[in-house]
């Protein structure tokens, strides 16, 4: 694109979503409309599911494949560690986190279009939940 090598600004935007359990926790993570989402297909606050946690990635409502999400996991609230996991999605734009031991987690992924004003636009997505 030819673009200038040095002085560059970049756009970036945020969108960052944290589950909670109320009560007993029931419930379910929705699509909200954001631009670049991610969504738990199953709810991690559910206590009879023990299984992995199926994470789906939306651009504009639709699913992305083949994008990396990065996964951290803190086992304890004083715990230091917390070496990413990186997986890609696939077809559907899902991914599968391990529950492990539990802990907190946070799952992200970043896509970077063409900025309007810009060189580039980088938008950034989070999502965040505790298992204990």
Do not use: C, M
């Amino acid at each position: 694109r030819q673009l200038e090598e040095t002085g560059l600004k970049e756009k970036y935007t945020r969108y960052a979503k944290s589950l909670g359990a109320v009560g007993d926790g029931n419930g379910q993570d929705n699509a909200l409309g954001l631009p670049y989402e991610l969504v738990a297909v199953n709810n991690p606050y559910d206590s009879s599911y023990s299984g992995d946690i199926t994470i789906r990635l939306l651009h504009q409502g639709q699913p992305v494949a083949d994008s990396q999400v990065s996964i951290f996991q803190k086992q304890t609230a004083k715990s230091s560690d917390t070496s990413p996991v990186r997986l890609i999605t696939v077809s559907n734009g899902e991914v599968k986190v391990p529950r492990g031991v539990g802990g907190q987690f946070l799952v992200s992924s970043v896509i970077v279009t063409e900025g309007d004003k810009t060189p580039w636009h980088s938008h950034w997505v989070s999502l965040t939940y505790l298992i204990q």
